[in-house]
Structures are given as structure tokens and as C-alpha cells.
């Protein structure tokens, strides 16, 4: 058990470098709520050479399957820290094998959630605890550590009935997400029917510690996130005349594909006969986005097409207005309205959306189901 005020973490594969934790205990020594990470610098794994960098150049972040990623450090942090090279930089999330915090910080915070298995999510649950409880996590530019990065991971997972990073990452969503675990669950659906055991002490803990809101998190620490901060809901698009519902699985899978061959045109939206499967849920954000994970609906006027790109949040190609007297979805870029294919292209399968000028037709008419509502109300 440690006794000592600070308690540090460190991979076994690292090397520190001369003065790396003093300027960790300074930081913790004006305020026991921050929590501190040294700039983590690459020794290969194949002749064991000490890259050294200098710069805090990025800070941590997450995507859409709860795994940390890293990005550049956003101009509003820069800013604040007045371009200072030497200052500490804030960090929404944590690598997770090499920082330092109080001990007394980590103990109130629950330490790490017990229920975690082997490995994954650890990092960002404690991140999330951290801001969200009532402290900061911070880079500090001063502090060197050299981590070697393997090829593939070292962990062996024990066997079982059940996915562990899949019940980690359910655990962590079902604690700390709020309403947003809807949204990664509307992108892993597989997680979504995961137990992730007991939860109760750890949803009493953050109750006691009356801890922000994830929303909080998003708009004060992590604008930047990949997750929309307000949103209508979970939704299904369905004609209201027939079985028939948006269907993204095509084109979906070609914009996240990395082998996407840039001559071909994006496969198009489809329309199939209605289910509750992720491949017919979309999220509709405020901005009147209809999206998945990263990527929103898009339209082509010169193939009149619909697909999807990634989001830029900016209307135009990618906004969809619905107007629930009408049941029609107006599209923001042009004026014009999802319909059913023309009666001349009904023959081929699968059937296609586009978009026309708006007439009131039955063709036009849409059903937007709402799977899951979100933060906001239409």
C-alpha cells in the first residue's frame, strides 16, 4: 500500500530522464487536484534508441470506439497559456501508464474502478473523473519519459463469455457518458448488450462527489470531441407509406474505409425494408445533421446522390430540416426535398433516395422515429 503523499505511475518499459519528476511534484505540491503527465517521448522497440522530443505538440483525446487518441494542441490552450513553451498544457484525457497524482486526490476519486479487467478504458475513466470530479489533468513540458510503443499488444485476456474491452468500455460509458453513451452505443451496438456488472457503488461514488456532467466535460474541457453536444435523439427515417427506412450500411462502410478508391463514386443510401438495426439509426444533431460516428449526409447535386462525408458542421450539403406538419425533410444546401426514387428508376434494387423539388406529395413524406431521444427536444 502506498503511504507516500504522491503517488506515480510508470510502464515498466520506461526510461525517465534526468529531473523528470520534479517538475511533476511542484505542480501537485500547488494543488493537490491536479493530476500531471511528463511529455512522452518514443524508444524504439527495436534498438532501444532514445527519440527525444521537446514541445508539448499534442494533448489526449478519444474516438468514437472510447479508445485514446492523440491530437494537436487547440489554439484556445495555447492562448491560455500565452504561448509559453515551458508552461503545463491542460489535457483532456491521459495515455494512462505514466503520470502522478496525489494520493489523497486518488483515493476521493475512488482510485481505478475495480471492476475494470486486464486492460483498456482505465485511462479514460480516470480522465474523465478527474476533470469532471473537481480536478485538472495536465502535460507538463518539463518532464521527460521515454515509453517504448510495441508493435501489438502484450496482453493475454482470460477466456470467457464475454469481450473485455467491450465490458470496460460499458462500465465506463454507463457511469460517466450520461446521455451521450447512447451516442457510442449507436456506433458499437455490440457494447450496448454487454453487462457490465455490478455498477452501483461506482455510480454512488460519483454521486457523492457530486461530479459535472458529461456535457460539462464536452463543452468546457473537450469542444473538440468527436461526440455532437447537442442532440436530438437516436433516430430511424422511414417512409410513411411503405416499409421502407434510410439504410447506411453501404455507404457507411465506405467512408470509414481507409482502402477507398478515390476515382469511384461513394456508394449511395439505400432504402430497405424497416428494422431497429444500426444500420438504419443515424444521430440527428441540433445543427439538423444526420450522422454516424463521424460522418454526416451528404448530397451530390451533379449525380443526385445521397452519402456520406465527413462532418464539417457548417450546414449547407449536410444539413437535413424536418419539418414535422409536413413530414418532409428539406435539404439546406439546395431547398429541395428527400423523396422516394423516380417511378422510371422503381425497377432496380435497391431503391435510392434523392432529392427533388418539394411538391407535398406522398413521395416526400418521412417518418422521423425517435429510438432514443437526446438532450434536446424537436
Keep these: 500500500m502506498a503511504s507516500g503523499d504522491v503517488i506515480t505511475f510508470l510502464d515498466s518499459h520506461c526510461e525517465c530522464t534526468e529531473g523528470w519528476l520534479e517538475p511533476l511534484l511542484a505542480r501537485i505540491a500547488a494543488n493537490k487536484t491536479t493530476v500531471v503527465c511528463p511529455v512522452i517521448n518514443i524508444i524504439s522497440d527495436e534498438t532501444f534508441e532514445y527519440i ?48 502522478s497524482i496525489h494520493r489523497e486526490f486518488f483515493e476521493q476519486l475512488g482510485t481505478y474502478d475495480p471492476g475494470f479487467d486486464v486492460w483498456g478504458g482505465e485511462n479514460l475513466e480516470i480522465s474523465f473523473k478527474i476533470w469532471m470530479c473537481g480536478g485538472t489533468l495536465e502535460i507538463v513540458p518539463c518532464s521527460h519519459v521515454g515509453h517504448v510503443f510495441r508493435k501489438r499488444s502484450p496482453h493475454k485476456y482470460p477466456p470467457g463469455s464475454y469481450n473485455v474491452m467491450s465490458r470496460n468500455n460499458k462500465r465506463l460509458a454507463d457511469v460517466w457518458l450520461d446521455e451521450y453513451k447512447h451516442l457510442y452505443y449507436a456506433a458499437h451496438p455490440e457494447v450496448a448488450v ?3 456488472g455490478d455498477i452501483s457503488e461506482r455510480i454512488s461514488l460519483r454521486n457523492s462527489l457530486q461530479c459535472k456532467s458529461f456535457r460539462w466535460y464536452l463543452q468546457e474541457v473537450y469542444p473538440e470531441a468527436v461526440f455532437p453536444i447537442e442532440f436530438y435523439g437516436i433516430v430511424g427515417v422511414r417512409h410513411t407509406s411503405i416499409n421502407a427506412c434510410l439504410d447506411h450500411k453501404r455507404a457507411f462502410n465506405h467512408a470509414r474505409s481507409k482502402n477507398k478508391d478515390k476515382g469511384k463514386e461513394a ?15 443515424f444521430i440527428y444533431t441540433k445543427n439538423e445533421e444526420l450522422r454516424m460516428e463521424a460522418y454526416c449526409l451528404d448530397f451530390s447535386m451533379s449525380t443526385n446522390s ?6 464539417h458542421g457548417h450546414g449547407g450539403n449536410q444539413q437535413w430540416k424536418y419539418l414535422k406538419e409536413t413530414s418532409t425533410f428539406i435539404h439546406g444546401g439546395t431547398g429541395l426535398c428527400l423523396s422516394l426514387p423516380l417511378p422510371t428508376e422503381r425497377h432496380k434494387s435497391p431503391w435510392k433516395p434523392i432529392v427533388l423539388p418539394c411538391t407535398g406529395s406522398q413521395d416526400q413524406q418521412w417518418t422521423l422515429d425517435i429510438r432514443q431521444p437526446g438532450n434536446v427536444y424537436l
Design 194 to 196: 454487454v453487462s457490465p
Design 306 to 311: 445521397l452519402f456520406f462525408f465527413k462532418c
Design 52 to 99: 527525444n522530443g521537446t514541445d508539448v505538440t499534442q494533448v489526449g483525446g478519444f474516438d468514437w470506439r472510447m479508445i485514446f487518441t492523440w491530437h494537436i494542441v487547440p489554439k484556445t490552450e495555447k492562448y491560455r497559456i500565452h504561448f509559453d513553451r515551458t508552461a503545463p498544457v491542460r489535457s483532456p484525457t491521459m495515455a494512462g501508464g505514466l503520470f
Design 267 to 281: 456508394p449511395s443510401i439505400e432504402l430497405w425494408g424497416c428494422h431497429n438495426g444500426s444500420v438504419q439509426s
